[in-house]
């Protein structure tokens, strides 16, 4: 009997090995262990994770395949994991061959209880009926003077004079914490018309924007769990599920209040509102919305506009206080629209915010921006699911069931794409050949913004608001990073900095920024 025994569990671990042995074989990419698959290099590298991925990507041309766990049947199904960047396979999956995937089943139930069925979470008609919706608003000019008018008094009531305060006190400032508030309340001016104004003097809590953020990290949490394993913790009420319950219920209440409030005003008709939630309930199919749609509307809303914008912004301001020359480029652009428009009396540049026109006209600063994205995109990476089997234009075969985790990061740092100076900072390569104009390059190249029939949204909304936050910003003050800060990426779906971007704020002497241009025009005349 112990010798049979013996024997089957022989050829059993033999033909596993065996398995094993062709199954790594075929797969390219990082090493994949027995049983465990590619979880050791994932743990050891997840500290450097983007980089990790970059890295491999670029040494297998742009694709690899490997599975989350090694064992036969789900290792080349369910575990098999595409990791690609390469910009033909992007095409097909974001675009041409949009619906064999989805966002698919994992993400959705990941998310559901704080997201529900709302556009950021959704696949098929579900989310093409709102994306029609929600697109109808996004082209309005009435929505673009929305978010300028959040964003002016964010800028001018709140982040000014904390900043002025943060010089005239020496004091660091967490910048990364200003954006993050600025953007959240602005994003809930937007969406519901209400500013929970969390970018205050002292930097108060906000029960809201707390529920909001313990909500998703609990969400976020479950990613890293087999579904059964945090189905099982919401049931027993354990750990992180716990929090997450009790914030929805929070996130809930504030928002119920909100919904109920905007329904009596809309029916007294005490104002024009003009931010999403109004606009939704302004509708014709309105009767048929529950407010718990409205609600998850405006959660979506919340979720996808407010840490992406705030952590590129950061990491923007990161990128210019260390290149000196980028940032005198900035500046001479902004003072030369501004002379134009406003003449040379500095205090007429800094009472009004800028005019969309002005805004439009600065080039360079949105081709900064843009390759502060391409660098640090604010969703590093992102997946789809697989319907039915398919070859990706690159050859690679994609079974049904798995998935394909395809990284903006590693899209954004290839040498075959971007050529030589990949790595290096360089607004110039936004730049028309004349270097007159802003040159968007191809979609699937840069997928910060993802691409497809899922573009995001908020793109031009977001750009105005970079733009204008950037050059209030870099118009009153210089900074300088506070010695000895380090500066790391947080491994989270939103590429945060992990310990903050501390700096210190020092006044900018505009009038020789104005010097420096006229003598750079003597000099062109005298020429
Ligand atoms: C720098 C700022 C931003 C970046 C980098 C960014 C990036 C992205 C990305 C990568 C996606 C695709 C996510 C996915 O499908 O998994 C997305 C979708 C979306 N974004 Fe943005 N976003 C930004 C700002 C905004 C803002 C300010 C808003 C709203 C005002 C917004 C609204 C949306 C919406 C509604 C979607 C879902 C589109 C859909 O699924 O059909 N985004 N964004
Ligand atoms: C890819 O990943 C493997 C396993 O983690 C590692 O040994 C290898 O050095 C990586 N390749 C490159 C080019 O980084
Ligand atoms: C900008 O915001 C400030 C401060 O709230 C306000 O006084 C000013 O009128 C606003 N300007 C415009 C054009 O909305």
New binding site residues.
């Given amino acids: 009997m112990d010798i049979f025994v013996g024997l089957l569990l022989l050829t059993a671990v033999t033909s596993y090995l065996l398995w094993f042995t062709f199954m790594s074989r075929s797969l390219r990419g990082p090493r994949v262990w027995v049983l465990l698959g590619s979880l050791p290099g994932l743990i050891e590298n997840f500290e450097r994770m983007h980089d990790w991925m970059a890295d491999n990507l670029s040494a297998c041309g742009g694709t690899y395949q490997t599975c989350i766990c090694a064992i036969p049947f789900l290792a080349k199904k369910q575990g098999l994991v595409t990791v690609t960047c390469d910009p033909r396979n992007l095409e097909h999956i974001l675009k041409n061959r949009f619906d064999n995937y989805p966002k698919g089943p994992t993400w959705q139930a990941v998310f559901h209880d704080l997201l529900g069925a709302g556009i950021f979470n959704s696949d098929g008609d579900t989310w093409l009926f709102q994306r029609k919706t929600a697109a109808l608003e996004f082209t309005t000019r009435t929505l673009r003077q929305a978010m300028a008018?959040w964003v002016?008094?964010s800028i001018?009531?709140r982040l000014c004079p904390i900043l002025e305060s943060a010089q005239s006190q020496a004091e660091p400032v967490d910048l990364q914490d200003l954006m993050l508030r600025l953007t959240f309340d602005n994003i809930c001016g937007l969406a519901f018309g209400r500013d929970p104004n969390t970018l205050a003097p002292g930097l108060p809590e906000n029960s809201f924007a707390n529920a909001f953020d313990r909500a998703t990290e609990a969400s976020l949490q479950r990613f890293i769990f087999p579904e059964i394993i945090w189905r099982l913790k919401k049931w027993l009420r354990l750990g992180l599920e716990v929090s997450l319950s009790r914030s929805l219920v929070q996130i809930d209440n504030y928002l119920s209040d909100v919904i109920e409030t905007r329904k009596q005003e809309l029916l007294n008709k005490q104002r024009d509102y003009d931010d999403l939630l109004s606009r939704f309930m302004k509708r014709k199919e309105y009767s048929s919305y529950s407010d718990k749609f409205l609600q998850q509307v405006a959660l979506n809303f919340i979720l996808a506009g407010r840490d992406t914008s705030s952590v590129a912004m950061s990491w923007f301001f990161w990128l210019v206080i260390q290149n000196p020359k980028v940032e005198e480029k900035i500046l001479h652009e902004i003072c030369n629209v501004l002379i134009e428009t406003r003449g040379t009396n500095i205090e007429k540049w800094l009472d009004?915010?800028l005019e969309f026109e002005e805004v439009d006209r600065l080039f360079f600063l949105k081709a900064a921006l843009s390759e502060t994205l391409r660098l640090y995109p604010s969703v590093p990476e992102d997946s789809k699911h697989v319907v039915a089997d398919d070859v990706l234009p690159d050859g690679t075969f994609v079974p049904a069931g798995s998935s394909i985790s395809y990284s903006i990061y590693s899209a954004g740092r290839m040498q075959s794409t971007w050529g030589e100076d990949c790595l290096e900072f360089k607004p110039e390569r936004w730049l028309s050949p004349d270097g007159k104009k802003f040159m968007m390059h191809d979609h699937f190249k840069f997928v910060a913004f993802n691409a497809g029939p899922r573009i995001c949204l908020g793109k031009d909304l977001a750009y105005l608001q970079m733009k204008s936050v950037a050059a209030s910003v870099l118009l009153r003050h210089r900074m300088v990073l506070v010695p000895g800060h380090k500066v790391e990426q947080k491994m989270s779906i939103t590429l945060f900095m992990k310990y903050g971007l501390k700096v210190n704020v020092h006044h900018r002497d505009l009038n020789q920024v104005i010097a420096t241009l006229k003598q750079g025009k003597e000099n062109l005349l005298s020429e």
């Fill in positions: 008018r002016n008094r001018h009531a009004e915010p």
